[in-house]
């Protein structure tokens, strides 16, 4: 599953998580981004942030788990470039300062 996304810091996901209880299945979106991917291969695990009701909330998921139904993008995050600002290099001299004052 994770091949086929490009799961970076900063993007948005939805996951699709199957929770059992007792005999009954339900499966529970969770959406929110990414702030933490950690481990290679079958141990990968994302850390993904939702802010519900003016808390943020922090979910583990493994992403080769069974209980991950699906995992999709939302949205990604793009690469930003920097501008160079430009700066104005002003000379004072201590008649200027005397003049002012």
Do not use: C, H
């Not at 979910?59 to 999709?72: D, G, H, Q, T, Y």
């Amino acid at each position: 599953m994770e091949n086929q996304l490009d799961l970076k810091r900063g993007s948005a996901v939805k996951v699709y998580q199957k929770i059992t209880e007792g005999k009954k299945e339900r499966i529970v979106a969770f959406q929110g981004k990414i702030i933490k991917s950690r481990g290679q291969g079958d141990n990968k695990m994302l850390t993904v942030r939702q802010f519900v009701d003016g808390v943020d909330v922090d979910r583990l998921f493994p992403v080769n788990s069974p209980a991950i139904v699906k995992l999709e993008n939302i949205e990604i995050k793009k690469k930003k470039t920097r501008k160079k600002a430009s700066r104005k290099t002003v000379k004072v001299s201590k008649k200027s300062i005397a003049a002012k004052k």
